[in-house]
């Protein structure tokens, strides 16, 4: 079983939808939990950070983080075309090696 | 605007050649990154520095080396690579003094290396 599993996509969606990223992992050791967005030939943008189960929420993006099922979820709401960019899960624990743990990435893309 | 800043954005490079990416961060992080990333990958950790001392070594060949010369500044010295080291190289840092490193990482624009 992978460490963590993320649909690459690609996802496609109108523009105005709400979009539904997600992830599974199956490290108990996780205790922090983020999302990264990524647009082409560009590095890494911190998007979403919480280290606890249930949900926060930042203008047009939520994370909900479910540790019981270890599952996390992104929901962009309003999508806008300037959201198409590949999207990529990521933990981290303080045991062990300190490393961040990327899913493979989502790729988006807002159809106006 | 990325805090992390990257030179060069773009690198050709031959077989034999000597070249190196550099990195710097005004953040007070006391962790800095290398990573590499193909296309469509997700970033795979190379290096990580640690009170600019190497904490980690994911099993990177030799003819890539790191160096930090102080806690804002990092290299990564490239000698003799190969068409397949062809990647966007990402440097990143996270952790402002404190105890507990949290994971968040600020990553730079990156460095889009070609070898031919």
């Not at chain 1, 709401?77 to 989502?106: H, I, M, V």
Request: charged content about 20%; overall charge positive.
């Amino acid at each position: 079983q992978k460490e963590v599993e993320q649909d690459p996509g690609p996802l496609s969606v109108p523009e105005g939808a709400i979009v539904s990223l997600n992830c599974t992992y199956s490290n108990s050791a996780f205790q922090y939990f983020m999302w990264y967005r990524q647009y082409s030939r560009k590095g890494p943008e911190l998007l979403m950070y919480t280290y606890s189960s249930g949900n926060k929420e930042d203008g047009r993006f939520t994370a909900q983080v479910d540790k019981s099922s270890k599952y996390i979820s992104l929901f962009i709401r309003d999508s806008q075309p300037s959201d198409s960019a590949t999207y990529l899960c990521a933990f981290f624990s303080n045991f062990g090696n300190e490393k961040l743990t990327f899913g493979t990435g989502t790729r988006l893309t807002i159809i106006p | 605007d990325t805090e992390v800043t990257q030179t060069p954005k773009h690198l050709v490079m031959g077989m034999t050649n000597k070249k190196s990416l550099k990195c710097e961060q005004h953040m007070g992080h006391r962790a800095m990154y290398w990573y590499k990333q193909k296309a469509k990958k997700p970033p795979e950790l190379m290096f990580v520095y640690s009170y600019e001392k190497l904490s980690i070594n994911e099993s990177v060949p030799s003819r890539f080396s790191p160096e930090c010369p102080n806690s804002s500044l990092l290299n990564l010295h490239l000698h003799a690579l190969q068409p397949e080291d062809s990647a966007l190289y990402l440097c990143a840092s996270s952790g402002k003094s404190r105890k507990v490193n949290t994971g968040e990482l600020f990553f730079g624009e990156g460095s889009r290396l070609t070898v031919l």
